[in-house]
């Protein structure tokens, strides 16, 4: 022991000649190693320099970008692509910030070769992209439009081309508006069955190349900003019975289009959800409130997550719908929760702090404090451990064995330096902060196979338009320059090493 103590002793000195801190007075400088002896796993290498342990993930682990058609393609009027519900919605005044609209947005849809190759020059591995359901039937349904099969085919050789894995989701919120206006959207089974068939049509076209399909993306977000609050496309304040109805609707188009792209997709093809599970974390760990999380984040996404794992409602959801509660059979129930190949998860925020409570539920959600920090988005509140305690919770709840982080990303400022370069600390602070917590999943045991940042590059920002940014590529709206912040130069660096950094 006490020997250890004296060579932990000439290793700092010897550490602290190295790195020159005596010759700058420095050596009475306690604090500059307490945090190196608190490390229990910092080890000291034979050059006496002290070497933290590294975060690596699995190998295998893939690194990818994330982002979504109506955000970043624009051409919105080319090759036959029919409207869409966030057409309507962002041409009509006052819906978006700046009545901002995808119009253009980063005109992905001529420069994807461009985005590939910037994807490629900062090591991303894996790309998930979004299918514009209006591209290939603009009318939602029965007849395709080859110019748009085309451009999938085109952007999906090409990823192929340079070594990038694609990861296709088959709705990201750009429902087809002749679905809404001749079905009232979701609220009918037959927009449902419509997007099965869509599903189907696009496994049989693209499974010979890609591997993972991603059925909706955040059914929670677009049907409660858009067909509950009204603050998304289509802009909609249903009232609870005509909306419980919806929610049915969109996870039973969520089993049937499991179904159909098992039916047409070459085999072996992949399929799973990709929903923003809502995350409760135990304020401390303890036995108690980690059981009690559980309890709390399956109650949460009763509606859709917990639905689609179990193929059941719970009796507190039920409960608490009484009269407005979907109707449903239970032959559809069984077809909501057709087995699925892996589950995505979409992850930015804690949605709250709960501990164990002898209460009927057993436990008790604590309501954030006004100072809790966020990114620019309000919605955001900051907490990396979501991502343990998320990832963990889909694990042990529903015994996923493959899972994906499909989203997790900072929104920022992200102002241009003089020397026109973006310097986004606050975005390297997440990233560091959010995957050293999903390290800690990985090195426990829980099947994370890989983490898609959101986005790789500043897009339209839904109801705030381009008025914040989520990318690691900074986008010059007026020019469709790109800039890679520094935040992509860390992404880059993680990826080559495949562990925090
Ligand atoms: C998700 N909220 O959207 C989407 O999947 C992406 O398209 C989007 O760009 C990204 O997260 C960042 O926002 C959300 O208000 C939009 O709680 C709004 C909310 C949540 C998610």
């Known amino acids: 022991m006490k020997n250890k103590k004296i060579n932990e002793q000439s290793d700092r000195r010897d ?20 945090s190196f002896n ?100 603009p009318d939602g349904a029965k007849t395709p439009n080859q110019k748009g099969i085309d451009f999938y085919n085109r952007l999906v050789d090409e990823l192929l081309a340079k070594g990038i894995k694609p990861f296709a989701t088959l709705f990201h919120w750009d429902l087809p508006q002749a679905l809404e206006d001749k079905n009232k959207g979701w609220l009918s089974l037959d927009t449902s069955k419509a997007f099965a068939d869509y599903a189907g049509f696009m496994a049989e076209k ?20 858009g067909y509950g609050i009204g603050i998304h496309a289509p802009g909609l304040t249903l009232a609870p019975a005509a909306l419980n109805q919806l929610r049915h609707n969109v996870v039973l188009a969520h089993g049937l289009s499991v179904q159909a792209i098992r039916a ?83 992850i930015y925020n804690p949605e709250c702090y709960v501990q164990a409570a002898s209460n009927d539920m057993g436990y008790e959600i604590f309501p954030f404090a006004k100072s809790h920090p966020s990114s620019t988005s309000p919605w955001e509140k900051l907490g990396p451990e979501t991502l343990y305690w998320g ?55 829980v099947p994370v196979k890989g983490y898609f940042y959101w986005s790789l590059i500043d897009n339209f920002e839904w109801a705030v338009g381009y008025g914040t940014r989520f990318g690691l590529v900074h986008m010059d709206y007026k020019t469709l320059k790109r800039t890679p912040k520094l935040s992509a130069e860390y992404f880059k660096a993680m990826a080559k090493e495949n562990a925090v950094l």
């Open 206 to 225: 693209l499974s010979d190349r890609v591997n993972h399909f991603f059925t909706l993306n955040e059914m929670w977000t677009f049907v409660e900003l």
């Open 15 to 34: 550490f602290m000649k190295k790195a020159g801190l005596t010759a700058m007075g420095l050596s009475a400088a306690p604090f500059i190693f307490s």
């Open 391 to 445: 990832a963990r919770h889909v694990n042990k709840l529903w015994n996923a064995k493959e899972i994906y982080i499909t989203e997790n990303g900072y929104s920022s400022t992200d102002e241009l330096a003089p020397d026109n370069r973006i310097y986004d600390t606050d975005r390297i602070m997440f990233m560091r902060s959010y995957l050293s917590q999903l390290q800690r999943a990985t090195r426990e045991g």
């Open 264 to 346: 047409k997709g070459k085999t072996g093809t992949k399929v799973g959800v990709a929903e923003n599970v809502k995350v409760a974390i135990p304020f401390y760990e303890s036995p108690e409130n980690i059981k009690a999380a559980e309890a709390a984040t399956r109650e949460l996404n009763a509606g859709y997550m917990t639905v689609i794992m179990e193929g059941k409602y719970t009796d507190a959801f039920l409960k608490k719908a009484g009269a407005n509660a979907p109707k449903f059979t239970p032959e559809e129930l069984k077809i909501i929760s057709t087995p699925t190949d892996f589950c995505g998860i979409n």
């Open 38 to 137: 608190n490390d229990k796993k910092a080890i000291a290498n034979n050059a006496g320099v002290l070497k933290p342990e590294k975060l690596s993930f699995p190998n295998g682990f893939l690194w990818g970008t994330a982002t979504a058609s109506y955000q970043v393609e624009g051409a919105a009027n080319e090759d036959g692509r029919g409207k869409t519900v966030w057409d309507t919605f962002s041409h009509t005044p006052g819906k978006v910030l700046n009545n901002d609209t995808g119009d253009v947005a980063c005109d992905f849809y001529h420069k994807y070769k461009e985005d590939i190759q910037l994807m490629k020059s900062l090591n991303v591995q894996s790309y998930r992209f979004s299918i514009a359901w209006s591209r290939i039937f």
